[in-house]
């Protein structure tokens, strides 16, 4: 039986080299981490709480905006 759509998982991330998190839906990148301050809030966030509602709120967070 397949999950409920409430529980699929959407949204993935890739911290690359040069510090920047790439945040992405459905294999589409939806949003850009960069910083010194801003990426490691996100990956502590990460490990704190369920990623897909931390990547849904980050991804909200930088919607339309160049980080």
């Given amino acids: 039986m397949p999950a ?4 699929t998982r ?3 991330y890739e911290h ?3 510090g920047t998190v790439v945040i992405t ?3 589409r990148i939806v949003a850009v981490v960069r910083g010194d ?6 990956l502590d966030d990460l ?3 369920d ?7 980050w991804a909200a967070l930088t919607a339309g905006t160049a980080l």
């Fill in 47 to 49: 490990e704190d709480g």
């Fill in 10 to 12: 959407l949204l993935g």
């Fill in 25 to 27: 839906r459905a294999c």
């Fill in 51 to 57: 990623a897909q509602d931390v990547l849904a709120r």
């Fill in 37 to 42: 301050a801003r990426v490691p809030r996100l």
């Fill in 4 to 7: 409920p759509a409430s529980r």
């Fill in 16 to 18: 690359r080299a040069d």
